[in-house]
């Protein structure tokens, strides 16, 4: 049994487990893929608070250890669903079944698909989701970035360094991202905009030739040749599993109140919750607030 069983071993998660160690309770934290989420996949973070410049993989192992240092057990399983009951809850993963008294949910969010033909075919074959992972398989080639967002903004920056020619396809005129980001690429030569244009076909026969790219417009396709596709539009809720257990909204985020969901002793930090900024700043927020709460929750109920 142990106290708290936190669900995700990202920045959210592995921040709430610090401040629930140093209040001398057990955690176990439940990860799917690796430690660090999200964050792991920024080349560089300019806006923590009192940390001036650090890679994300930097980041995201000093907080590791620092859990680790606390005494935070960490299991690579998927959770596979949670059954709430009055005195203790159980945590399923496809091969275990755990006992605590109260859980914290920081499953944060995966990668948006475009969802068009042929997307899967080529993922892992020039099409990817991480610029950072897979950017150096593209030195020296023509590669495109889809969105219009920090990291699609991002990833531009650190594909030019390396790559011949960087496209980025976004589907309107104005960027979301930062315009700090924006105006550092404008000083790179390698970069070619293709704005309101939307991604129509990925062309190739065993790996990604070419991108078919469809102005809003004049609705004319241009393929551009490429080798590969980095695709940063956004991330979605993973959240399905939890749906009978607690409040979802229609977008399948976790609907709280300053980290409590509506499931007595379960919590939830991070981007898997319904809130406005989703930073790495509020992250590590919430992470605080979800580890106090579950505390506070166990003293009062065991
Ligand atoms: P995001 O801010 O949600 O941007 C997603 C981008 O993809 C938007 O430009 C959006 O277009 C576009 N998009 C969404 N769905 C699409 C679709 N189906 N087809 C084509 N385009 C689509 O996501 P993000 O860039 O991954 O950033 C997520 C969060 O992390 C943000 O809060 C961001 O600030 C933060 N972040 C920060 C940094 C940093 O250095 N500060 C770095 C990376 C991420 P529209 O603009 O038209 O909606």
């Known amino acids: 049994m142990y106290d708290v069983i936190i669900v995700g071993a990202g920045t959210a998660g592995l921040s709430s487990a610090i401040y629930v160690l140093r209040s001398g309770k057990s955690v176990l ?15 560089e973070i300019e806006n923590y608070p009192a940390i001036k410049k650090i890679s994300g993989y930097d980041f995201a192992t000093t907080l ?9 057990v ?31 949910i920081a499953s944060g969010l995966q990668k948006r698909r475009l969802g068009i033909e042929n997307e899967e075919k080529f993922t892992g074959r020039g099409v990817s989701y991480c610029a950072v992972c897979d950017g ?19 990833d531009a920056l650190l594909l030019s360094e390396y790559c011949s020619k960087v496209y980025i396809i976004h589907r309107r005129k104005e960027f979301r991202g930062e315009k700090i980001l924006a105006e550092k690429l404008t000083k790179r030569e390698n970069i070619s905009y293709m704005l309101n244009c ?39 809720p993973d959240n399905e599993i939890f749906s009978g257990l607690l409040e979802l909204d229609e977008n399948g985020y976790i609907i709280s109140k300053d980290c409590s969901t509506s499931a007595d002793g379960i919590f939830t930090a991070g981007d898997c919750r319904q809130k406005d900024i989703k930073q790495l700043a509020t992250a590590v ?4 607030t979800a580890g106090i709460k579950a505390c506070e929750y166990i003293n009062k109920k065991h």
């Open 74 to 104: 960490i299991e690579y399983e998927k959770v596979v669903s949670v059954e709430n009951g009055v005195y203790e809850k159980t945590v399923i993963t496809e091969k275990n079944r755990y006992k605590c008294k109260s859980v914290i």
């Open 136 to 154: 150096a398989f593209y030195k020296g080639k023509n590669v495109a970035v889809a969105g219009g967002g920090n990291t699609a903004l991002a």
């Open 64 to 72: 590791y250890e620092q859990a680790k240092n606390f005494g935070a």
């Open 198 to 236: 939307t991604i129509t076909a990925l062309n190739g026969s065993e790996r990604l030739e070419s991108v078919s790219v469809t102005s809003n417009d004049s609705r004319i396709p241009n393929d551009i040749e490429v080798s590969g596709l980095f695709i940063a539009i956004g991330q979605v």
């Open 285 to 288: 927020s919430d992470g605080a």
């Open 29 to 43: 934290l439940l990860e799917k893929n690796y430690y660090g989420g999200q964050i792991v996949n920024a080349s």
